[in-house]
C-alpha cells in the first residue's frame, strides 16, 4: 500500500508542469510589416505590428491571459508630416491602427508545452483591416524565449516571444555614431553604407549640406521612442527574397537638436554578428 501511494506521488510530481516551463507575465513580438511609400518616396510611413501574451499565475493547473496583436502606422522622416502627404483610405489617418485582444485559456499538455484556446474580445483603433477570430496554438518557455507554434492547419509561422524590456544600449550607440558622422563630412559613407546607390546619396548629401546652412551647428539627438524588432521586411535583410525575416533590431523616433530649429527622423538599427548597424535613416 504504501508503495503504491509512493509511486503515485512520483507520477504526480513527473507530470506536474516545473516552475520554469509555465508561461508567466508579459512576452512580446514586434516586427516591421512594410514600408509604405507615396509620391516618389517623399511620404513613407513604417506600419508596425506588435504581438503580446500576457499571462496571469497558474489556477488549478491551467493559466488564462490576454492576447494582443497591434497593427499601426508611424510617418517616418520630415517631409513625411507636411499636409501635403495624403495617405489612402482605408489607412488616410498617419498614424492609423487596430488593435485586437483576446482572452486566453492555457493548459499543460505534453513535454512542457501548453495548448491556448483564445476566444475575441472588443478592439479599438480607428481601421478594420483583420478580423479577430477564435485561435488555439501551443506554447513553451525555452530559455528566455517564449515560442508560439499555431496548429497545423494554421499557415501563420512560428514566432518567437521576448520579455520586455530596455532596447539594448549598443543600438543607441550605433544610431549616435551615424548620426554624428553624418554631420562631420561623412555623408557619402553613411548613406552608401544603407545600399542606396551613388546619385541618389550624392542628390541626398547636397541637399543635407544645404539644410545645415540653414539649421546651424548640429548639437545632439534625443529619442522620442525605441521599439524593439524581432523582424524586418526583406528590404533591411541582406540576402532576403521575400517576407519578414527574423532579426534582432530596434526602431528609432527621434529629434536632432541645432543651433536654430529641431528636426524629427526616424532609423533601424540591426543587429548582426553581434555588432549592431543603421539599415535605415530618415532624417
Same mark, same amino acid.
Given at each position: 500500500m504504501g508503495s503504491r501511494i509512493a509511486l503515485g506521488i512520483v507520477c504526480a510530481l513527473l507530470s506536474s508542469p516545473r516552475g520554469s516551463d509555465v508561461p508567466q507575465g508579459e512576452w512580446h513580438n514586434t516586427g516591421i510589416r512594410t514600408v509604405e511609400v507615396l509620391q516618389d518616396g517623399t511620404c513613407l510611413r513604417v506600419w508596425l505590428e506588435e504581438r503580446a501574451y500576457s499571462f496571469?499565475?497558474?489556477?488549478?493547473?491551467?493559466?488564462?491571459?490576454?492576447?494582443?496583436?497591434?497593427v499601426r502606422a508611424v510617418p517616418v522622416g520630415p517631409p513625411s508630416f507636411r499636409e501635403g502627404c495624403v495617405f489612402p483610405a482605408p489607412a488616410s489617418n498617419p498614424v492609423a491602427s487596430q488593435m485586437r485582444a483576446w482572452e486566453f485559456a492555457a493548459k499543460p499538455v505534453d513535454e512542457g508545452a501548453w495548448l491556448v484556446r483564445a476566444e475575441p474580445r472588443p478592439g479599438s483603433g480607428d481601421l478594420r483591416l483583420f478580423e479577430a477570430e477564435e485561435f488555439q496554438t501551443k506554447v513553451r518557455v525555452r530559455g528566455d524565449r517564449l515560442i508560439d507554434t499555431p496548429s497545423s492547419t494554421d499557415d501563420t509561422p512560428r514566432l518567437s516571444?521576448?520579455?520586455?524590456?530596455?532596447?539594448?544600449?549598443?543600438?543607441?550607440?550605433?544610431?549616435? =555614431?551615424?548620426?554624428?558622422?553624418?554631420?562631420?563630412?561623412?555623408?557619402?559613407?553613411?548613406?552608401?553604407?544603407?545600399?542606396?546607390?551613388? =546619385?541618389?546619396?550624392?542628390?541626398?548629401?547636397?541637399?543635407?549640406?544645404?539644410?545645415?546652412?540653414?539649421?546651424g551647428r548640429y548639437v545632439s539627438l534625443s529619442v522620442d521612442q525605441a521599439v524593439e524588432l524581432d523582424a524586418m521586411p526583406p528590404e533591411f535583410n541582406r540576402g532576403a527574397t521575400s517576407g519578414p525575416v527574423a532579426r534582432h533590431g530596434v526602431f528609432f523616433a527621434f529629434i536632432g537638436q541645432y543651433e536654430k530649429e529641431r528636426i524629427p527622423g526616424n532609423a533601424v538599427v540591426a543587429e548582426e554578428g553581434g555588432q549592431w548597424r543603421v539599415v535605415a535613416l530618415w532624417f
Open positions: 496571469g499565475s497558474p489556477t488549478n493547473g491551467a493559466v488564462a491571459g490576454i492576447y494582443r496583436n497591434v516571444f521576448r520579455r520586455p524590456g530596455a532596447p539594448p544600449d549598443g543600438a543607441r550607440a550605433a544610431l549616435d =555614431d551615424a548620426v554624428t558622422r553624418l554631420h562631420q563630412g561623412k555623408c557619402l559613407e553613411v548613406l552608401s553604407a544603407l545600399g542606396h546607390d551613388a =546619385d541618389r546619396v550624392t542628390r541626398v548629401c547636397d541637399l543635407r549640406r544645404r539644410m545645415d546652412d540653414l539649421l
